[in-house]
T-cell receptor, first 114, second 110 residues
Framework: DGGITQSPKYLFRKEGQNVTLSCEQN?????MYWYRQDPGQGLRLIYY???????QKGDIAEGYSVSREKKESFPLTVTSAQKNPTAFYLC?????????????FGPGTRLTVT | GQNIDQPTEMTATEGAIVQINCTYQ??????LFWYQQHAGEAPTFLSY??LDGLEEKGRFSSFLSRSKGYSYLLLKELQMKDSASYLC???????????WGAGTKLIIKP
């Protein structure tokens, strides 16, 4: 079955620690995205990548970093510089060659930093 | 600026019909998406509109009026499993980024 996996589902960290969230897809999609979801707000784009070895900042990239060394993988690192990292993080992917193609989402990682 | 508005919460009765509205103001427009999201889960795709009119897909239909910056999602024969948040998202012109509304939480009562 094709899809997107994110792990772990729940993650707890102490303030001041960096943490990396994994995202893997086997849909052969070129484009991948990271979103943050907070209660009462729409999804906010952190980073996106249209092709391997290339990525762009979204609306709220400060305190986050990504890499795209493989087509299938797009890990997100939440650094200690992110002031309010506790949130639900969603990874998505899509085809790149048409605007009508929807984004497919992974199950999400709920990060709690104390 | 870019803005998408949806009602925060709606309540409907099992078996009934409900319409969830979405209005948008964006610098460009290259299609509008509706997604369903159950609590704590990933959003799943429901519909895509790029031209004016109604798109029907089973119990769900979606309507778009580009001149009015308006869309709605119509859910018929409501079932308890339809209790979820419904997210409206607009694709900006010239790129593949989506601008998301905050979502409408739909509560279905027996």
């Amino acid at each position: 079955d094709g899809g997107i996996t994110q792990s772990p589902k729940y993650l707890f960290r102490k303030e001041g620690q960096n943490v990396t969230l994994s995202c893997e897809q086997n849909l052969n999609h070129d484009a991948m995205y990271w979103y943050r979801q907070d209660p009462g707000q729409g999804l906010r784009l952190i980073y996106y990548s249209q092709i391997v070895n290339d990525f762009q900042k979204g609306d709220i990239a400060e305190g986050y970093s990504v890499s795209r060394e493989k087509k299938e993988s797009f890990p997100l690192t939440v650094t200690s510089a992110q002031k309010n990292p506790t949130a639900f993080y969603l990874c998505a992917s899509s085809r790149r060659d048409s605007s009508s193609y929807e984004q497919y989402f992974g199950p999400g990682t709920r990060l709690t930093v104390t | 600026g870019q803005n998408i508005d949806q009602p925060t919460e709606m309540t409907a009765t099992e078996g009934a019909i409900v319409q969830i509205n979405c209005t948008y103001q964006t610098s460009g427009f290259n299609g509008l998406f509706w997604y369903q999201q159950h609590a704590g889960e990933a959003p799943t795709f429901l519909s895509y509109n790029v031209l004016d009119g109604l798109e029907e897909k089973g119990r769900f239909s979606s309507f778009l009026s580009r001149s009015k910056g308006y869309s709605y999602l119509l859910l018929k024969e409501l079932q308890m499993k339809d209790s979820a948040s419904y997210l409206c998202a607009v694709r900006d012109q010239g790129n593949y980024q989506l601008i998301w509304g905050a979502g409408t939480k739909l509560i279905i009562k027996p």
